[in-house]
C-alpha cells in the first residue's frame, strides 16, 4: 500500500484518464473492536463501484471489465492488519493503486476522468512527514517519519555504507590510543556523499530534516555541505545501525517540541491577523475566501470533521448521506489552499480557542 504523496506521484494522479477512473473510500480502524467491519465495509465499497460501472451508459463491457479487473486486484493487495484511519483505492484501465492514510475519510465512490486526490492531500498535510537521518563513520540510515512512527526510506541510494578497514594494532599500541574515526579522511569523503545524497532526496521530497548521530558526525556533516545547516540536529549514537522504534523515541522529544513552536507561531499569526483585519474563521467564510484565492495561512484542528452543503452563496449545515451534502469540505479547503499557494498547517484539537476549529489569515 502507498504511503508518500510526493509532487510528482501527486501531479501523476490528477493527470486526465480515459473514463471511468474510479475513486474508491473508506474509512478504516487501528484497533479492535471497531476494526472487525473494516473487511466488510471495503468489499462493500468496492461492490458499490461495480454495480456503478454496470449502471454507466458511458462504460462499455469491455471498459467495464478491465477496471473491475483493477478494483479486484487492488482489494487483493489490501493489507487490514496494518490499517490507519481511511483506505483508497484508485482503479482505472491498465492501472491501479492502494493508498493507506493516517486520516480518515468520508465513505464514498466516484467515477470520473481524474482520481479523487483531496482526501490524500489533507492526509498528507496532517502526517506533518519529515526525514531523518543517522550518520556514523560506516552508515548513513535514512528514516521516512509521521505523527506517531518512523520506517526506513530505501530512496536515493540509502542506506550508504562504506567498509571500514580495521586500525593496525602495532599503531595503536605505539600511540597509546584508538584513532577516532571521525579524523579519518574516508569517513570525512563519507559523509560528504551522504550530503549529496541527502541534498538530492529533499529536492525532490521536500520535507523537514532530523539528523541524528555522535556530536563529531553532526560535525563533520555540517561541515560537509548545506544539509546538516538546515536540520534539527539530535545528539544520539548507534541509530543508524538502530531500528525504527529506537529512532522514533530519540526523536520524539525534538519532535515535540518543534510541534510546540509550531503551534505557538499558528497562534501568533492569527492574532495579529485579528488586529490586521486579515483574519477569517469558519467553513462558510473559509470556503468564500479559499474561492477567491485570498488564504495565506490556514490552520486546522487535527481532528475536525464536518459535513455542510450549499445553500446559496453560503454552506450551511447538514447531515451525512443528506442530497449534495459535502462530507469532505475540511479536505476540500485543505486542497484548495495548498492549490493557491497558502500554508497548511494542523494543531492539536482545542488550540484555535474560540475560531470555530478551523481558522486563517487573508493576504488582503
Same mark, same amino acid.
Given at each position: ?20 477512473? !474510479? ?14 467491519? %473494516? ?6 465499497? !468496492? ?18 471489465? @478491465?477496471?473491475?479487473?483493477?478494483? %479486484?486486484?487492488?482489494?487483493? @493487495?489490501? %493489507? ?37 486526490? *483531496? ?8 502526517? +506533518? ?5 543517522? =550518520? ?25 555504507? *562504506?567498509? !571500514? ?9 605505539? =600511540?597509546g590510543d584508538q584513532p577516532s574515526a571521525f579524523r579519518d579522511e574516508g569517513t570525512r569523503r563519507f559523509l560528504r556523499e551522504t550530503d549529496a545524497a541527502m541534498g538530492a532526496v529533499l529536492r525532490e521530497h521536500p520535507r523537514p530534516l532530523y539528523v541524528t548521530g555522535e556530536s563529531a558526525a553532526l560535525s563533520l556533516l555540517n561541515e560537509a555541505g548545506d544539509v546538516a545547516r538546515n536540520a534539527v540536529h539530535v545528539q544520539h549514537g548507534g541509530l543508524a545501525h538502530g531500528t525504527p522504534d529506537a529512532v522514533w523515541q530519540a526523536l520524539r522529544p525534538a519532535l515535540e517540541s518543534e510541534a510546540r513552536r509550531s503551534t505557538?507561531?499558528? +497562534? +501568533? $499569526?492569527? @492574532? ?7 483574519? $477569517? ?23 475536525? +470533521? ?9 454552506? !450551511? ?13 475540511? %479536505? ?9 499557494? $497558502? ?13 470555530? *476549529?478551523? $481558522?486563517? =489569515?487573508? *493576504?488582503?
Amino acid at each position: 500500500m502507498e504511503h508518500d504523496l510526493s509532487p510528482a506521484t501527486l501531479a501523476d494522479l490528477r493527470r486526465p484518464r480515459p473514463y471511468p477512473a !474510479v475513486s474508491v473510500l473508506t474509512p478504516t480502524h487501528r484497533r479492535e473492536p471497531l476494526n472487525a467491519q %473494516d473487511p466488510v465495509r471495503l468489499r462493500n465499497a !468496492v461492490a458499490e463501484a461495480k454495480k456503478r460501472l454496470e449502471a454507466d451508459p458511458a462504460v462499455t463491457r469491455d471498459r467495464r471489465g @478491465e477496471v473491475e479487473l483493477q478494483l %479486484d486486484r487492488a482489494l487483493a @493487495e489490501v %493489507d487490514l492488519t496494518h490499517a490507519e484511519d481511511g483506505l483508497v483505492i484508485f482503479a482505472a484501465p491498465g492501472e491501479h493503486q492502494v493508498w493507506s492514510l493516517a486520516r480518515s475519510v468520508p465513505e464514498r465512490v466516484v467515477l470520473s476522468d481524474t482520481f479523487l486526490t *483531496r482526501n490524500l492531500v489533507s492526509a498528507h498535510t496532517a502526517e +506533518r512527514p519529515f526525514w531523518a537521518l543517522s =550518520v556514523s563513520p560506516d552508515r548513513a540510515t535514512l528514516w521516512s517519519g509521521g505523527v506517531d512512527r518512523v520506517t526506513e526510506e530505501h530512496t536515493g541510494g540509502f542506506p550508504l555504507t *562504506r567498509a !571500514v578497514e580495521n586500525f593496525d594494532p602495532e599503531r595503536l599500541e605505539q =600511540v597509546g590510543d584508538q584513532p577516532s574515526a571521525f579524523r579519518d579522511e574516508g569517513t570525512r569523503r563519507f559523509l560528504r556523499e551522504t550530503d549529496a545524497a541527502m541534498g538530492a532526496v529533499l529536492r525532490e521530497h521536500p520535507r523537514p530534516l532530523y539528523v541524528t548521530g555522535e556530536s563529531a558526525a553532526l560535525s563533520l556533516l555540517n561541515e560537509a555541505g548545506d544539509v546538516a545547516r538546515n536540520a534539527v540536529h539530535v545528539q544520539h549514537g548507534g541509530l543508524a545501525h538502530g531500528t525504527p522504534d529506537a529512532v522514533w523515541q530519540a526523536l520524539r522529544p525534538a519532535l515535540e517540541s518543534e510541534a510546540r513552536r509550531s503551534t505557538e507561531s499558528v +497562534r +501568533r $499569526a492569527l @492574532e495579529a491577523a485579528r488586529g490586521s483585519k486579515r483574519f $477569517a474563521a469558519g467553513v462558510d467564510e473559509l470556503w468564500q475566501n479559499t474561492r477567491e484565492g485570498r488564504i495565506r495561512l490556514l490552520a486546522v484542528e487535527e481532528n475536525f +470533521r464536518t459535513t455542510v452543503r450549499e445553500a446559496g452563496e453560503h454552506l !450551511v449545515a447538514a447531515e451525512p448521506g443528506d442530497l449534495d451534502a459535502r462530507e469532505d469540505i475540511v %479536505d476540500e479547503l485543505v486542497e484548495q489552499c495548498l492549490e493557491t499557494g $497558502a500554508e497548511v498547517r494542523f494543531v492539536p484539537d482545542g488550540a484555535l480557542g474560540d475560531a470555530d *476549529r478551523i $481558522a486563517g =489569515v487573508l *493576504r488582503y
